[in-house]
Nanobody, 116 residues
Framework: QVQLVESGGGLVQAGGSLRLSCVGS????????MGWYRQSPGKQRELVAR???????NYADSVKGRFTITRDDAKNTVYLQMDRLNPGDTAVYYC??????????WGQGTQVTVSS
């Protein structure tokens, strides 16, 4: 059974930082592309950052230069370092493992709240 568990969310003041972690079990991360997504109330879930199995990354324009996605396949973990947070970053953040074009796994999400 595949499980993805996010952690590291919380309440932070604008300008602060958080590091999210996504730990997986039941599947080896090394073979798959991984991503972080977020969803705020009334909005669609959106891609924040993605990292391929070879380590290539891409980011949403809104987080470029502030967020960094990394992976540690030995620990079956993907991270999202979030710096210079602003209230617009408030959302539930989800980890995603892309197994195939038509199949993926999601974590349960972790809440990030940025106060002004």
């Amino acid at each position: 059974q595949v499980q993805l568990v996010e952690s590291g969310g919380g309440l932070v003041q604008a300008g602060g930082s958080l590091r999210l972690s996504c730990v997986g079990s039941g599947i080896a991360f090394s073979a798959y592309d991984m991503g972080w997504y977020r969803q705020s109330p009334g909005k669609q879930r959106e891609l924040v950052a993605r990292i391929t199995r070879s380590g290539s990354t891409n980011y949403a324009d809104s987080v470029k230069g502030r967020f960094t996605i990394t992976r540690d396949d030995a620990k079956n973990t993907v991270y999202l370092q979030m710096d210079r947070l602003n209230p617009g970053d408030t959302a539930v953040y989800y980890c995603k493992l892309v197994r195939t074009l038509f199949s993926s796994y999601w974590g349960q999400g972790t809440q990030v709240t940025v106060s002004s």
